[in-house]
């Protein structure tokens, strides 16, 4: 059964999701490919005490990597690229190429990139720690200032205003 609630965040509200009582969805406001609102169960804030507490560490910088149980809803490949993500280091990013390299697949970056973009649990499973080929900022679901701004943050830059 699912369950959602809306928190707060410096990057907009937030809309959490849990099946089962375990956290399977993080979407920003506008997000590109976020589900429709009805596919998210009733409101309720029960199942998502953890989740609160680790995003407001992350977000004040204390904490660099999350330990939350996830169950993402994905293909197999998916599944892999999110897995992936959860290993690019705090403060450090990789490209799509890397990522595909790093799955034993070196030409599928495109298809990394489609993966990165399905991600259901933004920030949790950092995909705007994924850059492209020349280090330049490309597509993020949450949109590119989104992106820049979270990258700032595990950088220890100054914020920049949203």
Excluded at 30 to 50: K, L, V
Excluded at 85 to 90: E, K, N, S, T
Excluded at 106 to 122: D, F, I, K, Q
Aim: charged content about 20%.
């Amino acid at each position: 059964m699912k369950a959602h609630t809306v928190i707060d965040s410096p990057y907009g509200p937030l809309t959490l999701v849990a099946d089962d009582g375990v956290l399977c969805g993080l979407y920003m406001t506008d997000q590109r490919h976020r589900p429709p609102e009805e596919s998210f169960g009733p409101p309720d804030p029960t199942p998502f005490a953890e989740a609160e507490e680790q995003l407001e560490a992350y977000f004040a910088g204390r904490l660099t990597e999350f330990s939350l149980e996830l169950r993402l809803h994905g293909t197999p490949f998916q599944r892999s690229v999110w897995s992936a993500l959860r290993a690019i280091p705090y403060g450090e990013t990789r490209t799509y190429g890397q990522l595909a390299a790093l799955l034993g697949q070196p030409t599928a970056s495109r298809a990394v990139g489609l993966a990165n973009g399905r991600n259901p649990v933004g920030i949790i499973v950092p995909c705007h720690r994924v850059v492209g080929a020349n280090g330049d900022l490309t597509g993020y679901g949450g949109g590119l200032h989104r992106k820049r701004r979270l990258l700032d943050l595990e950088r220890g830059a100054a914020p920049a205003l949203f």
